[in-house]
């Protein structure tokens, strides 16, 4: 972004399409679910509420930290959006028709998480 900003001053965010982002939900088809899906996505859902999020928060969990591929939805129009100090996702959970987004997430905390070497979602 300090690149572009360079190049057009008047620049304020820039919009990417990413194919990156991921939804997850605990309540995420629950309907058609067994026993054993019901038990991960109510673990799930617990270990949300321990965290403590507050309302536009940015929370840290654990390496161990995993969601069920059950709840986990794929998504339409995921766009990663760049700031000057931070970067935002968003997106259309597949079928639905609202969308995702998350909280602006703060470049001292992506400066953090490189350095601490954090692996990627992908591997």
């Known amino acids: 972004m ?10 304020d ?3 990417y399409w990413a194919n990156c982002a991921q939804f997850f939900s605990p309540w995420l088809n629950l309907a058609s ?11 799930l859902a617990d270990t ?3 965290l403590q ?5 940015v929370a840290a969990v654990s390496e161990s930290f ?15 959006i760049v700031r000057a100090d931070c970067i935002a996702f968003v997106a259309i959970p597949k079928h639905a028709s609202f969308y ?6 703060p470049l001292a905390v992506l400066e953090r998480a490189a350095a601490a070497g954090v692996p990627s979602p992908r591997g």
Do not use: F, H, N, W
């Open 53 to 57: 999020i507050q309302e536009k928060g």
């Open 33 to 43: 679910a067994g026993k054993e899906v019901e038990a991960a996505s109510v673990a």
């Open 66 to 80: 995993q969601v069920p591929p059950s709840q986990i939805s794929r998504v339409e129009c995921g766009r990663m």
């Open 2 to 11: 300090k690149e572009q900003k360079r190049l057009d001053s008047d620049i």
């Open 100 to 105: 995702v987004e998350t909280v602006e997430i």
């Open 13 to 15: 965010e820039v919009y």
């Open 48 to 50: 949300l509420d321990d």
